[in-house]
C-alpha cells in the first residue's frame, strides 16, 4: 500500500497525446514533512503568543492543549497538574469525556505511563500500548482503546508542574514530534514561572499599596516620580495620577529639598531623612518625615521614598509648645504678683511696724499700749504671711535648682541664732550634736528648710525643753534631724502636716500651716525626702530631711 508520487506531463501532437509519469515521491515526501514542521512552527508561534497575551494560566493550558492535538491530528491531548497529595491531576485536556476533566486522577506510580514519566525524567513514548512491557498504563488509557502516546515532563531544575501527555487510537511513532513538544513544555513551565513571579509582584504591589505610608519611587538621574503607592494618591486627590503626568519632578510633591541635594546626601549615606510640609488636595497641611534610600539596578539609580503623616504629632508639639508658653506667661504673672506682695505691699507694712513700735516706746497709757501691741503682732503675722508666701511661689515656679558644694553645720548654727531670742525667752536647751564639716550638693535655698523646722521645734516646745539638732551621715546623703520634746503629732495628721495649709494644732502657736510645704518642696527641689515621727525619748517629734553628700572633694564657691 506504499503510495507514490508522479508527476504527469501532457504533450499535444497532431493525432495523438504523449503523457509521461515521473516518479516525485520522495522529493514529496521531503515536502510534506517540511509542511507538516512548518505547521508544528506555527503551533508553537501561536502557543507564545498565548502564553505572552494570557491573564490566566488556565486559558494557556486548554489553548496548548487543543492546538497540540490538532497539530499532531491525535484524539487525546492533556496537562497532566502535579498536585501536593503526590498525584496527578488531569486539569486540561481534549478528546476526554468532559467528566474526566478536572477530576481523573493518575497517580504518580511506576506502573502507569505518568509516573513511570516523572521518574525517567526525560519524554517516553508508547509505540503498542498493548505490547508494552515497561507499565502496564493507567485504566483511563485502556477504557479509551489508547495505543500509541508520549508523555514529556513540563518543569526545570526548579519545579515539576506537571506532564503534557498525547496519546491516539491508532499505532504511532511521536520520536519525531519530541522536539516539537519540548518547545511546547518550555513555554508552558516558563509560563507557569513568570504568572508565579507576577502573582507574588502582585501580593507586594498590594501590600505597598495598602501601606499607611506614602511610598514612591524616583528615578534617580532625572528626579521624576516612576511609581507612587495609593496611600500618595489619595493625597494628591483624584485627579492624582494626571497631575504626576503632567508634573513627575519629586519637586511638585515636596518643596523644601530638591532631588539634587537628596541624591547628593545618598552618595554619602546611601539614606537620608527630611521633614516636609504637604498641603493635600483638599487644602489640609500633612507634615511628613521622608525616609530616602538609595537603590541601585544595573548601573541605574532609584530612590525610594518612604513618607510618615507625623501631622498629629507635630500639632500636639506645636499645641504643647503654645501651653508651655502660656505657662511661662501665667508664671511671669504670678511672679509679677509675688514681687508685688514683697516690695509693694511690704514696704506700707514695714512703715506700720515702725511706727507702731515708735508708739508704743513713747506710749504709757495702758489700754493703748495694749491695743497698739495687738497692732503690732497682727502686723508681724501680716509680714510672717508675705514673706513666706513670696518664698513659696517662688520655690513652685522654680523648676531645678543650682546646686553648690554648701557646709550644712553653718546653717544649723546659722537658725538656731535666727531664734535665739525666743529660745532664751522659753529658756529652752537646744544642743547641736555635730562637729562637722556636712558637705552637701545644695543651694542656699535650704537654709529655710533649716530654719522652719528649729522654728517649729522651739515654737511647739514648752518652757525649759530640749531640742537636740543632729545630722547623720548615711551612705549617699546627710540625715538632718531636729528632736524636740515638745506636744508631739497625732498619728492622723502626720501624713498631711506637710501639705499646705494643713494643721496639726489648734491651740494658740501661731502659725499658717505653710512652713512644712516650703520644707517639703526646697528637700524635693533637692531630691531627697522629708519626715516626721514620734520622739522615742519621751513625748515630743523628731521631724527630718535628706540632702545629698558630696563624695568627692568639696568645691566651695
Ligand atoms: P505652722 O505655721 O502652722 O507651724 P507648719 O507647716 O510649719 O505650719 O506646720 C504645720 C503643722 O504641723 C503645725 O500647724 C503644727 O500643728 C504641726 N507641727 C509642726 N511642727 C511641729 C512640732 N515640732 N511639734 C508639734 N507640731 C508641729
Redesign the pocket.
Given at each position: 500500500m506504499d503510495l507514490k508520487y508522479f508527476l504527469l506531463s501532457f504533450t499535444d501532437l497532431a493525432h495523438m497525446s504523449i503523457i509521461t509519469l515521473q516518479d516525485i515521491s520522495s522529493p514529496k515526501d521531503l515536502e510534506k514533512k517540511l509542511k507538516y514542521r512548518e505547521k508544528q512552527q506555527a503551533a508553537v508561534v501561536s502557543i507564545g503568543t498565548q502564553a505572552l497575551c494570557a491573564n490566566e494560566i488556565d486559558d494557556l493550558m486548554q489553548f496548548a492543549v487543543d492546538k497540540v492535538a490538532s497539530t499532531l491530528g491525535v484524539e487525546f491531548c492533556s496537562v497532566l497538574e502535579k498536585i501536593p497529595q503526590g498525584e496527578f491531576l488531569l486539569r486540561w485536556g481534549t478528546g476526554w469525556n468532559d467528566w474526566f476533566i478536572a477530576s481523573a486522577m493518575v497517580p504518580d506510580e511506576p506502573y502507569a505511563h505518568a509516573g513511570y514519566t516523572s521518574r525517567k525524567r526525560e519524554p517516553v513514548i508508547i509505540n503498542d500500548l498493548l505490547k508494552e512491557t515497561r507499565f502496564k498504563g493507567h485504566s483511563l488509557l485502556h477504557a479509551h482503546d489508547i495505543i500509541s502516546g508520549i508523555a514529556m515532563i513540563i518543569g526545570n531544575s526548579k519545579r515539576v508542574f506537571g506532564l503534557l501527555v498525547v496519546y491516539s487510537r491508532n499505532i504511532r511513532d511521536f520520536t519525531e514530534d519530541t522536539l516539537f513538544l519540548q518547545e511546547i513544555t518550555n513555554i508552558l513551565i516558563e509560563t507557569v514561572e513568570m504568572h508565579m513571579t507576577i502573582g507574588r509582584l502582585q501580593l507586594f504591589r498590594e501590600l505597598i499599596n495598602r501601606s499607611n505610608d506614602l511610598v514612591l519611587i524616583i528615578d534617580g538621574l532625572t528626579g521624576n516620580i516612576k511609581y507612587v503607592n495609593e496611600k500618595v494618591v489619595s493625597y494628591l486627590g483624584p485627579d492624582g495620577y494626571a497631575r504626576l503626568q503632567e508634573a513627575p519632578q519629586l519637586s511638585s510633591l515636596i518643596q523644601s529639598v530638591c532631588h539634587d541635594q537628596i541624591l547628593k546626601q545618598l552618595h554619602t549615606s546611601n539614606f537620608c531623612t527630611i521633614e516636609d510640609v504637604f498641603i493635600s488636595h483638599d487644602n489640609v497641611i500633612h507634615y511628613l518625615e521622608i525616609n530616602f534610600t538609595l537603590l541601585e539596578d544595573n548601573e541605574r539609580k532609584y530612590i525610594l521614598g518612604i513618607a510618615r503623616d507625623i501631622t498629629r504629632k507635630r500639632t500636639t508639639e506645636i499645641a504643647l509648645k503654645n501651653y508651655a508658653q502660656k505657662l511661662q506667661d501665667s508664671n511671669t504673672m504670678k511672679d509679677m504678683f509675688t514681687d508685688i506682695i514683697s516690695h509693694d505691699l511690704l514696704n506700707p507694712v514695714s512703715n506700720i511696724k515702725g511706727f507702731t513700735e515708735l508708739l508704743l516706746e513713747n506710749e504709757t497709757d495702758k489700754k493703748k499700749i495694749r491695743m497698739l501691741s495687738c497692732i503690732a503682732s497682727n502686723n508681724e503675722k501680716l509680714i510672717n504671711i508675705m514673706e513666706t508666701t513670696s518664698i513659696f511661689s517662688r520655690l513652685d515656679s522654680v523648676g531645678s535648682l543650682e546646686f553648690n558644694d554648701i557646709d550644712l553645720l553653718p546653717l544649723c548654727r546659722n537658725s538656731i541664732e535666727m531664734f535665739q531670742h525666743q529660745i532664751l525667752q522659753k529658756g529652752l536647751d537646744v544642743v547641736l550634736e555635730i562637729e562637722g564639716p556636712c558637705v552637701a550638693k545644695a543651694h542656699p535655698v535650704i537654709q529655710h528648710a533649716f530654719s522652719?523646722?528649729i522654728?517649729?521645734?522651739v515654737?511647739?516646745?514648752s518652757n525649759g525643753d530640749r531640742i537636740i539638732v543632729d545630722i547623720e551621715e548615711k551612705k549617699d546623703v546627710w540625715k538632718v534631724i531636729?528632736t524636740?520634746f515638745?506636744?508631739?503629732?497625732p498619728d492622723p495628721?502626720k501624713p498631711v502636716?506637710?501639705d499646705r495649709f494643713?494643721?496639726?494644732?489648734s491651740g494658740n502657736?501661731?502659725?499658717?500651716?505653710?512652713?512644712?510645704?516650703?520644707?517639703k518642696r526646697i528637700i524635693e527641689l533637692h531630691s531627697g525626702n522629708v519626715g516626721?515621727s514620734d520622739n522615742p525619748l519621751g513625748k515630743?517629734?523628731i521631724?527630718w530631711f535628706t540632702v545629698q553628700k558630696v563624695i568627692e572633694r568639696p568645691v566651695f564657691n
Open positions: 522652719n523646722l522654728s517649729n521645734a515654737k511647739y516646745s531636729v524636740d515638745g506636744e508631739g503629732i495628721k502636716i506637710f494643713s494643721r496639726a494644732t502657736t501661731i502659725g499658717k500651716g505653710l512652713g512644712l510645704s516650703i520644707v516626721v515630743g517629734s521631724f
